[in-house]
Nanobody, 124 residues
Framework: QVQLVESGGGLVQAGGSLRLSCAASGRTFSSYLMAWFRQAPGKEREFVAAIARIGSGLYYADSVKGRFTISRDDAKNTIYLQMNSLNPEDTAVYYC?????????????????WGQGTQVTVSS
C-alpha cells in the first residue's frame, strides 16, 4: 500500500513559480513510476509529468515542457514538481499518482495510488 500526500499549491500571479511536493509512504517507493496529473473545473484529468526510477526517464506533457520539472528524492520518499512561467491555463487541482511499473503510462486509470490533490490558481 502506498499513501501520497501533496503540498505546495497556492495562488500565484502569471509568470510566477510554485513547487509542489508529494510525500509517499511505502518501502518500495524507488521502484514506482510517479506522476503528476491535473484537473481543471469541467475538464478531464490530464497527464502533466512522470518520473520513472532514478536514471530511467522523465516525461512531460507538451503543454508544460520547458516550464515544469519533475524530480524525485528516494531517500525522502518524495517527488517534486517545479513549475515556472505559470499562466492562467495552468490553474487546476494537481494530483500525485503512483504505480508499480517501469514503463511510462499517461492514462490516469493505470495508476493505482492517488493523493488528495492540491489547488494551484494562477491569476492574470
Amino acid at each position: 500500500q502506498v499513501q501520497l500526500v501533496e503540498s505546495g499549491g497556492g495562488l500565484v500571479q502569471a509568470g510566477g513559480s510554485l513547487r509542489l511536493s508529494c510525500a509517499a509512504s511505502g518501502r518500495t517507493f524507488s521502484s514506482y513510476l510517479m506522476a503528476w496529473f491535473r484537473q481543471a473545473p469541467g475538464k478531464e484529468r490530464e497527464f502533466v509529468a512522470a518520473i520513472a526510477r532514478i536514471g530511467s526517464g522523465l516525461y512531460y506533457a507538451d503543454s508544460v515542457k520547458g516550464r515544469f520539472t519533475i524530480s524525485r528524492d528516494d531517500a525522502k520518499n518524495t517527488i517534486y514538481l517545479q513549475m515556472n512561467s505559470l499562466n492562467p491555463e495552468d490553474t487546476a487541482v494537481y494530483y500525485c499518482a503512483a504505480v508499480n511499473r517501469i514503463s511510462l503510462t499517461t492514462r490516469p486509470a493505470e495508476y493505482d495510488y492517488w493523493g488528495q490533490g492540491t489547488q494551484v490558481t494562477v491569476s492574470s
